[in-house]
């Protein structure tokens, strides 16, 4: 039976890692595709961080909207009839908020909802947590353009990474 050992990689450097497993060769061959004899936790933790960024951005929408009355964040105080804004969309999901839509720093009285996230999770390929927000008459772009960290069109409650290029199985970032 073959020991196991790979490297460990945090960044730019890497450590050797001691064997720590025996015959479980067959194992680790039913999974190829991943190559998960060589991935590392940082490498796992990389790939997923996309997808993890991306749901932490629609459930704070959903959520928001489902305690506004259905309206998303982006309109100012709740109006679906006025064009959403970036700020807007920002600190009703950052700040307390009322269920009209109104916001105020976290602890205001008359402000019981939220925040629903810290902060605007960036995209993890260009490192923006801006956004292009859509108008509601606005279909989106068929394609990204790395410019924002996310395109978002609140009248759909759609949110997408900004960013260009293919996943390892060839699917789109944009169209995660």
């Known amino acids: 039976m073959t020991k196991l050992a790979g490297t460990l990689s945090y960044g730019a450097a890497s450590k050797p890692v001691d064997p720590i497993t025996e015959g479980d060769e067959e194992f680790r061959s039913k999974f190829v595709s991943w190559n998960l004899a060589e991935i590392t936790y940082v490498e796992i933790r990389e790939y997923l961080k996309e997808k993890d960024n991306l749901r932490i951005m629609r459930n704070a929408i959903e959520l928001y909207a489902a305690q506004h009355n259905g309206v998303p ?47 605007i999770p960036s995209n993890p390929f260009n490192n923006l947590n801006t956004a292009s927000v859509l108008l509601n008459d606005d279909e989106f772009p068929a394609e990204a353009t790395g410019e924002y960290g996310w395109v978002y069109q609140p009248r759909t409650k759609t949110i997408k990474l900004d960013w260009t290029g293919t996943d390892e199985k060839g699917v789109r970032y944009y169209d995660y």
Request: charged residues 5%.
């Open 73 to 119: 964040p982006g309109y100012n105080m709740g109006d679906t009839g006025s064009p959403p804004i970036f700020l807007i969309f920002r600190l009703q999901l950052t700040w307390a908020s009322n269920a009209t839509g109104g916001i105020a720093p976290i602890g205001t009285p008359g402000f019981p909802l939220g925040p629903y996230i810290s902060a």
